[in-house]
Structures are given as C-alpha cells and as structure tokens.
C-alpha cells in the first residue's frame, strides 16, 4: 500500500474534518452548537417578545435593568409597576423594532460571553473548526491568523467583566426585591429560581480569566506587603471559581433561559407561581399599566 | 492471551506506509510494549524512541489511534475492544524514520527565551522565596517535554505556524519565568511578538493531551494572554501607566514568618 497523495509523511490525511481518531470526537462541538443555537434562538425570541417579562415581583434576568418601558405591554414594567431606570421607550421609536427592555441591554451579557475565553474554544471549535477537535484537520489553511488579527477584539473581555460585575449586583438586587410582594415579605419559587440565577451569574464573573488576573494573578509575588497579600485571598478565590467555569457557563445559560421561562409561563398564566402570599402573579390578575391611566 | 492487528507507520521524510503486524497481548501490556514485541518478532528495523517505560523522559511520544499520547503509559486494556490499533509518528515534527520524529524546532525556540535572571542577592547572600509565590510555578515544572502539546496544538500541526507561535510548551516556560518571584526580566513584548501569543486561540487540545495534566491553557497562556493586554490592549491600565509610571517589580522583599 503505497501512501496516497492525500496524505503526509506519518500517515496523516489532510483535508477538513479529517483524523485518524476512533472515537465520536464530533459528539461535543455537535452538542455544544445545539446548546448554544437553542440558548441563542430562545434568547433573541424572548427579547423580542417585549411583554410577558415581569410577574409579580419577579422580573426576568434577560430584561433586567429594565431601562425603558412600554406601559402597554401586558405584563411588562412601567407606568409604577416594576421599576424602571428613565420611564418609557420614546415616541420616537422606530415602530418596527419592538418596544423591548431587553434588546437595550442583552448585548452586554452576549459581549461577555462572546469573549469569554471558556466560550472562545467551544465556538472556535465547534462554529469555526479552528480545529474542530484535537488532532482533526481543520479549515483555514495557511490564513489562519488566531487572535491577532480579526479577533484582536477579544483583548476587550475585561472590559466586559467590568460591566458584568455592576449587571450581578442588579441582579441581586432584583433578586432581593422579588421577596417582597406589596410590601410584605415572603417566599415565592420565583424568588428562589431568581436568587439562584444571580448566584450562579456571580459565580460566572467570579471564575472569569479576566477577574482572576486583575485581583491578583498579575503579581508575581503575592507575599512582599499587605495589598499583595490580600490579592493572593482573591486570586485563590478566583481560581476556585476559574476551575469551574465552564461547568458555570454552561449551567448558568441554561438557567438564565430557564429563569425566564418560568417568569414568562407565570405571566401567562401557563404555571401558578407557589408563594407563602397566596398570590396570583399572572398579569391577568393584574392590568396594564396603561389601563390603569399611569 | 488475544491477538491484535497494529497498523504501524513505516518510512522516512520522503514518504512511507502503514504495515500491518500482528502480535499477542497479555495482560498489563502497554502499547510500547506491544511495539517492542513486533520489533523484536517480526519487524527488527522498526525505529522508536524510548527511554525510560515510566511515563517521565517523555521519548515514547506518538499518535495511537490519531491521538497524541505517551506510548509507554497507553495500556492495551484502554484500547477500542476489536478493530486494528494505527500507530503513527507525530505529526508536527519532520519524521527521522518510522514512527522516530526530529524535534530540534524546540531546542532552537528554546534559545529564543532569556534565561531565569533573579535580582541581586539579599545582604547575607541569599535569595529567599515564599512556597506561596512558587505554588503557581511549580505546575510548569513537572513538563516532560514529551512535545505531545506542540504536535496536537492546531497553530503548528494544520497550519504550519511554527516561525510565528512558539507553542504550548514553550508558552509554559514562558509562564514560569514571568510569573517567577525573583526574576527581573520583562519577557512581555517578546511573549506577543516573538513568541506570538495572539496565535493561540485557546481551544484547549494541548491541556486535553498532557501527561503530567498540566493546565497548559488556564494556568499558563491565558495568564500571559491577561499580561499582554494589560502592556498593549487595555487603554486604562496604559493610561495608568502614563500618568503613575510603570508598576515597580518586587519593592519589597517576600515576608518570611520564621
Ligand atoms: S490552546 Fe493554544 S497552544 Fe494549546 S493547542 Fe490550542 S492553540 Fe495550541
Ligand atoms: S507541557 Fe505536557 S504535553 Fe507539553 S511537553 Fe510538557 S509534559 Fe509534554
Ligand atoms: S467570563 Fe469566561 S473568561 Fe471571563
Ligand atoms: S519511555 Fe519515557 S515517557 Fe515513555
């Protein structure tokens, strides 16, 4: 058997896709395309739906902070219901982009994690073939240029962080909020299923690359003064964090999406949320803000 | 006692083929072992390094069923069931013969890295370092060089970067010495140009194939990744930089707790 054309000195194939390796290497990027195409597919139909956001005192982490508001919209914020930073969309909006909260502030979380370097590999993998498995031919051939060209953009992740680390404290805060129902203090599962999605957001910029570096892993002695020292608590706290932050990608996507389903589904009236205030939190028990005349 | 069917890669730079060989496994064999067999049966002139059959020289490197592996640590238990086991040479490197490569391209981008510089000696003529600050770098120190990572590293292995990206192995060392306590050098500018660590793109093949479990990628090019940004990317910290100076490596001597 002679080697054929195709392939190099060592016995390697050349062309894209091509491997010796015996096992299913393409289950992983197949999977991860999956995932992420239905958390992005879903995410961009909630944020369009620009209704249906905010049930009772549970408001949906993908409309959250709800900076403009549409009073018309059923079961949305606005007109006193919900909080809102700077009242409602314009007149001015263009009629057809919907009158969505979440379409202003979704690019942030998408900036995040399009340049997070856990989700750098599962889409340069899986998206890109840049390679799309370990020791498999990939494409660009000769082109490629990895992050120093047309991906130089990625070196902004931090800036991301920064952002990200203000979006967690807003989620807590609504978090927090939620476990108050006109006035009154209680419990409702879509308190809890709030305060766990703030959690597990935290515990995603807490394992960031980035914050790992900047409170702490930047120094190369963590024990000449007392501010290095005390870097060298948050770099181990970070790092604890960083060796999971691709199981915490992953679960905190699903549940952000999970979040808003539920949000949503009450809202509808789909599911009754159970809470120690015996309340209906469906917006049919309630009317639109501006039926109200706010 | 179980034959198994090995397709192992003869030939030289020039080009080559799979032979196919057959040969019995006992139990706890390794694949090395299995090769050793063939040699000494029926193929005498099969050349392949080896050293030390313990997992640390790192010689015995070579592709088993397309994955880079440690031929040496491979048991023939953790192979597929049936089916012929393809044994090949590294990809990345020139092959010498049969499943022998030639990996001189990593001495040479060795002498590319200046060398461990510590700052002068305390007054009584010592250095002193604290466990704490030496945690980190002691991960980069248990590489074998076995070059399984810079075979499957995408940049060199489909691509051909070799002149531009230095590789996992050497963005290691790299970290070990930019991140060492007493060393004085600033390695940065050359860690991006020279060394090219925009190259890497971070998916993770070189961590997945390293024997000694080395966190190639997490804790050691995303760190000097974080670095580079921080001299050429990030306008804030460069604008810090402009107006209160260049940050003062090791002001201050390691506090020893007797
Ligand atoms: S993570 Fe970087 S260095 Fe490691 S194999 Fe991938 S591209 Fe190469
Ligand atoms: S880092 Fe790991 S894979 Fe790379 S040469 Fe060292 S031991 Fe081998
Ligand atoms: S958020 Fe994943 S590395 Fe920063
Ligand atoms: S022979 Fe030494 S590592 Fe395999």
Not at chain 1, 31 to 41: E, K, P, R, W
Not at chain 1, 122 to 141: I, N
Request: aromatic share 12%.
């Amino acid at each position: 058997m002679a080697s054929s054309p195709e392939t190099l000195p060592g016995g390697h194939i050349i062309g894209l896709g091509e491997t010796r390796r015996k096992d299913n290497w393409w289950a992983s990027p197949i999977m991860t395309v999956v995932y992420i195409g239905a958390a992005l597919a879903y995410g961009t139909w909630a944020a369009f739906q620009g209704d249906h956001y905010q049930a009772g005192p549970y408001l949906t982490p993908l409309y959250s902070p709800t900076t403009l508001a549409d009073p018309a919209a059923i079961g949305g914020a606005g007109g006193g219901y919900g909080h809102v930073w700077f009242g409602n969309f314009p007149s001015w909006w263009p009629s057809f982009i919907p009158a969505s909260p979440a379409l202003l502030i979704l690019p942030l979380p998408g900036f995040l994690r399009l340049t997070c370097y856990y989700y750098r590999k599962a889409y340069y993998r899986s998206f890109m073939g840049t390679p799309p498995g370990c020791s498999v031919e990939g494409v660009l051939k000769g082109q490629y240029g990895g992050e120093t060209k047309l991906f130089l953009w990625q070196n902004f992740h931090r800036y991301a962080l920064y952002l990200a680390l203000i979006y967690n404290v807003i989620l807590f805060y609504d978090a927090g909020i939620s476990f108050f129902y006109k006035g009154s203090f209680g419990v409702g599962v879509g308190s809890i299923i709030l305060l766990v999605n703030a959690s597990l957001l935290a515990s995603y910029s807490f394992g960031c690359h980035s914050f790992r570096h900047l409170f702490g892993g930047r120094l190369d002695c963590f024990t000449c003064d007392s501010p290095s020292k005390a870097q060298h608590s948050t770099w181990k706290f970070a790092t604890w964090f960083n060796e999971r932050h691709m199981q915490v990608a992953w679960i905190s996507l699903g549940f952000v999406m999970f979040t808003d389903i539920y949000i949503r589904s009450v809202s509808h009236g789909i599911i009754p949320d159970l809470n120690t205030w015996g309340a209906n939190m469906s917006a049919a028990a309630r009317p639109a803000a501006a039926a109200l005349g706010l | 006692m179980a034959k198994r069917t090995f397709k192992i890669w003869r030939g030289n730079a020039e080009g080559g083929e799979f032979v196919t060989y057959e040969t019995d496994i006992t139990e706890g064999m390794v694949v090395l072992d299995a090769i050793h067999q063939i040699q000494s049966e029926s193929a005498n002139d099969l050349a392949v390094r080896w050293n030390c059959k313990a997992g640390k020289c790192g010689s015995c490197s070579m592709e088993i069923n397309g994955k880079p592996k440690l031929s040496c640590m491979t048991r023939m238990n953790s192979m597929p069931a049936t089916g012929e086991i393809v044994i090949q040479p590294m990809k990345a490197f020139p092959v010498v013969k049969d499943l022998v490569c030639d990996v001189s391209y990593n001495y040479e981008r060795n002498k590319m890295i200046p060398p461990f510089s510590p700052r002068p000696r305390e007054a009584d003529g010592t250095h002193r370092m604290v466990q704490d600050d030496v945690d980190r770098i002691q991960e980069f120190r248990k590489c074998l060089e076995c070059f399984l990572c810079m075979d499957v590293c995408h940049v060199h292995r489909d691509h051909g970067k070799q002149k531009e990206f230095s590789g996992p192995r050497w963005m290691i060392r790299l970290a070990s010495l930019e991140m060492h306590p007493l060393d004085i050098v600033d390695r940065i500018p050359l860690i991006k140009k020279e060394h090219g660590s925009g190259y890497c793109n971070i998916t993770r093949c070189c961590t997945e194939v390293c024997p000694e479990h080395i966190n190639i990628t997490d804790n050691g090019i995303i760190p000097l990744k974080e670095r580079v940004v921080d001299r050429f990317y990030d306008p804030i910290a460069m604008l810090m930089r402009k107006v209160f100076g260049p940050r003062k490596p090791h002001k201050k001597l390691p506090v020893i707790n007797d």
